[in-house]
T-cell receptor
Framework: AQKVTQAQTEISVVEKEDVTLDCVYE???????LFWYKQPPSGELVFLIRRNSFDEQNEISGRYSWNFQKSTSSFNFTITASQVVDSAVYFCALLGSQGNLIFGKGTKLSVKP | GAGVSQSPSNKVTEKGKDVELRCDPI?????LYWYRQRLGQGLEFLIY????????KSGLPSDRFSAERTGESVSTLTIQRTQQEDSAVYLC????????????FGPGTRLTVL
């Protein structure tokens, strides 16, 4: 079975704090893709990152970084020095065998000033 | 260029009525996907088209749901005899052939069934 688990339903931090959003996935495929999306209050889905299973290097993009660990089937997302504009629901996803994206239930991040 | 568009953006209907939701993919994107997002939930995959063919319809929640696609263009998701539990945002995405790893999402249609 293919599955994505985001155990954190809601997280609240104060601006400038660092925050890590957890994502654990299950798949029997040896080749797979993982994703993070942001959904701000306006509702649109904003693509953040795609990572394939061949590449275990961690990635940094500005204040965002991703830690991919195949050994623990995790693909965690860290926001450094969070800002109010980071407030959103964040979804982790796995590309399924049909080409569909399998999403976790999302983590709602609230960043307070 | 234009992204994925969906219409209507909002739809309010009465229980028992039929609704049609439309998706216009990016030009050249032969793959098209429908997802549903219930309030406070993640996205749930409904159906996938490659061209106008949908190889697997098992993701559709019930036989009240159907989808079709004209050629490699517009797709319509139809919900017959709507129920309150059908209330959700319906999102459409498209991708190039064999590029399911790069799906572009539309803004969604918010369906409210009273």
């Amino acid at each position: 079975a293919q599955k994505v688990t985001q155990a954190q339903t809601e997280i609240s931090v104060v601006e400038k704090e660092d925050v890590t959003l957890d994502c654990v996935y299950e798949t029997r495929d040896t080749t797979y893709y993982l994703f993070w999306y942001k959904q701000p209050p306006s509702g649109e889905l904003v693509f953040l990152i795609r990572r394939n299973s061949f590449d275990e290097q961690n990635e940094i993009s500005g204040r965002y970084s991703w830690n991919f660990q195949k050994s623990t089937s995790s693909f965690n997302f860290t926001i450094t020095a969070s800002q109010v504009v980071d407030s959103a629901v964040y979804f982790c996803a796995l590309l399924g065998s049909q080409g569909n994206l399998i999403f976790g239930k999302g983590t709602k991040l609230s960043v307070k000033p | 260029g234009a992204g994925v568009s969906q219409s209507p953006s909002n739809k309010v209907t009465e229980k028992g009525k039929d609704v049609e939701l439309r998706c216009d993919p990016i030009s050249g994107h032969t793959a098209l996907y429908w997802y549903r997002q219930r309030l406070g939930q993640g996205l749930e995959f409904l159906i996938y088209f490659q061209g106008n063919s949908a190889p697997d319809k098992s993701g559709l929640p019930s036989d009240r749901f159907s989808a079709e696609r004209t050629g490699e263009s517009v797709s319509t998701l139809t919900i017959q005899r709507t129920q309150q539990e059908d209330s959700a945002v319906y999102l459409c995405a498209s991708s190039l052939p064999a590029r399911a790893d790069t799906q572009y999402f539309g803004p969604g249609t918010r369906l409210t069934v009273l």
